[in-house]
């Protein structure tokens, strides 16, 4: 038998579609810094998972509710940084991937857990450090939508 390559379609069908731009948000005090420095965005330990893995989204205006950065399980505000990465610029994405592809690898009990609050949807992760494209105060809409919600 001999080998085929794949028709194009095929072969771009097996490569998870990433956004052009993906979107990790931080607080000022501990996430933003490092960050700034280095201009990457590292892989933190995910006590929860027992994983390193970075977490990035497509939603440019940050819901901590969607991605799960509420304070129920954090000690900060999460949404005060936004870091926006551009994967395609990189070889390999740099191993950024959509969260329903790698939720396959998680133990279902802790996957459950994970997605049971938020939009998984909007959840893109990495094991591997993804150099940074912007790093900026979170937009000012976000700000807004806060203040006219604690009003
Ligand atoms: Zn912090």
Do not use: S
């Amino acid at each position: 038998m001999t080998a085929r390559p794949a028709p194009p379609a095929r072969a771009a069908a097996r490569k998870p579609i990433v956004p052009t731009t993906l979107y990790h948000y931080t607080c000022h005090d501990h996430g933003g810094p490092g960050i700034a420095e280095r201009l990457k965005v590292i892989p933190a330990r995910q006590p929860f998972l027992g994983r390193t893995l970075a977490w990035f989204t497509d939603m440019d205006t940050p819901d901590p509710w969607a991605l799960g950065l509420t304070n129920a399980f954090l000690c900060c505000d999460r949404t005060q940084v936004r870091v926006a990465v551009r994967p395609h610029e990189w070889r390999d994405l740099c191993g950024i991937r959509p969260w329903w592809t790698y939720r396959r690898t998680v133990e279902p009990v802790l996957r459950e857990l994970l997605e049971e609050v938020g939009l998984p949807m909007h959840w893109w992760v990495t094991d591997q450090p993804v150099p940074i494209a912007d790093i900026t105060p979170t937009p000012a809409v976000w700000a807004a939508r806060k203040a006219a919600r604690h009003a």
